[in-house]
């Protein structure tokens, strides 16, 4: 009876640590704001996880020498480094993380086994490249995590009952011990998983313009600052195109505001299927009423480009063709363009010249291109 009481009070505070150990885990899989962290997130995990791992082993050593050697009683720790383990396999799924616990599994198999026996590592192997080719499956159906989660223990399981000659560990307290934190891992890493997703989702409807369907004024600003700063700091070249359709309150006007809807509905469905046809990464915003903006990234300086762009955006959009009351309209556009230069003060200093040039083609009779300030008809 003390021994089984001593398992389940070492139980309870090493399952504290556990949890303790995936809160951390996940903070350094979402953090932002750490510097050094961002730029070594896979090192600082697998170093979290190798760290973990060694407190654990001391852990079972100190406590198993304290305790006067109980029989089984180092299995809950075994238990743990398992659980460690797997976790960081199933929630990181990068091939950095899976090399390390391929390389610390190992060479704890060839440390515990004879040398002759030590062909058996290569069970834990395949199941560690199995954890990681097909972990998201595994941590999305229970049906597949919970049978996997014992299999990837019964290496271990048997290493460690050869190199201790067979001793009586307990085998009931063992393995419901390690089916509750199969529950814990699971149970703990679908609430974080779930809070993620509810938040990326909140934060994605909250850039999108819901009419449309495309970016909005706010992510807008948020990715054209971004976008300053990447310049500033990397000086990765971006443009940008902002244009309005011409006439379009004379539309609401004379079809109503249901058939201004339509127009800018396929305006911006025709401009998400064209800018995935450029070189350049893109992304398309509503910034206004009848207002559409295109972000370019990482683009290479070219005046003769950026025409192409802007004729293809008022060629292609020319193109569409409305019927209202038996009516046939066609669109025009007044674009404006301008890229960073090394000048801009602001990241909103780019958005002010090109929403100028957009003007200038406006007061140019509208159906023109002001590409860095010289109009193109």
């Known amino acids: 009876m003390e021994i ?33 962290i961002v730029h070594h997130r896979n090192a600082t995990l697998i170093s979290l996880t190798a760290a973990f791992l060694l ?14 050697h109980p ?75 919970y049978p996997f989660g014992f299999l990837f223990a019964i290496p271990a399981y048997v290493a460690n009952y050869q190199a201790l000659d067979g001793i009586d560990v307990g085998w009931p307290f063992l393995l419901g011990g390690y089916l509750l934190l199969e529950f814990v891992l699971w149970e703990t890493n679908w609430q974080f998983n779930s ?15 819901s009419l449309t369907g495309l970016l909005n004024f706010g992510q807008f600003d948020k990715d054209l600052q971004a976008a300053f700063e990447r310049y500033q700091d990397h000086n990765e070249l971006y443009s940008l195109y902002t244009f309005d359709v011409d006439h ?5 006007d004379e079809f109503g505001h249901l058939s201004g809807n339509e127009v800018l509905k396929a305006v911006a469905k025709h401009l998400q299927q064209l800018s995935g046809t450029w070189e350049y990464r893109a992304k398309v915003y509503r910034t206004g009423g009848e207002e559409f903006s295109i972000l370019l990234f990482d683009v290479v300086e070219s005046y003769q480009r950026a025409t192409e762009i802007s004729q293809q955006l008022r060629h292609e959009l020319n193109g569409l063709e409305f019927r209202f009351d038996d009516q046939c309209l066609h669109l025009t556009i007044s674009l404006g363009q301008d890229r960073a230069t090394a000048d801009d003060k602001n990241y909103l200093d780019l958005y002010r010249r090109a929403d100028a040039f957009l003007y200038t083609s406006k007061n140019n009779g509208r159906d023109v291109a002001t590409i860095r300030g010289q109009l193109v008809h």
Not at 56 to 68: K, M, T
Not at 82 to 111: D, H, P, Q
Not at 195 to 209: H, P
Not at 248 to 252: V, Y
Request: hydrophobic fraction near 55%; proline fraction near 1%; charge should be positive.
């Open 71 to 145: 029989v089984g009683y180092g299995w809950t720790f075994l238990n743990f480094q398992l659980i460690t383990m797997l976790y960081a396999l199933l929630s990181t799924r990068t091939r950095s993380m899976t090399i390390a616990m391929m390389l610390i599994g190992g060479s704890w198999f060839i440390w515990m086994m004879d040398w002759h026996q030590a062909w058996w590592v290569i069970f834990p192997m395949i199941l560690t490249v199995v954890a990681h080719r097909f972990a998201r499956p595994l941590t999305m159906k229970r049906w597949l995590y």
């Open 195 to 209: 809070r993620v997703l509810n938040d990326r989702q909140l934060k994605k409807e909250a850039a999108i313009d």
């Open 4 to 36: 089984w009481g001593l398992r389940l009070v070492t139980f309870m505070a090493n399952l504290i640590i556990l949890i303790s150990f995936i809160w951390l885990y996940v903070w350094i899989e979402q953090t932002k704001r750490q510097s050094f």
């Open 248 to 252: 379009f309150k004379a539309i609401n």
């Open 55 to 68: 407190f654990f082993h001391v852990d079972s050593l100190l406590n198993i020498a304290n305790a006067g």
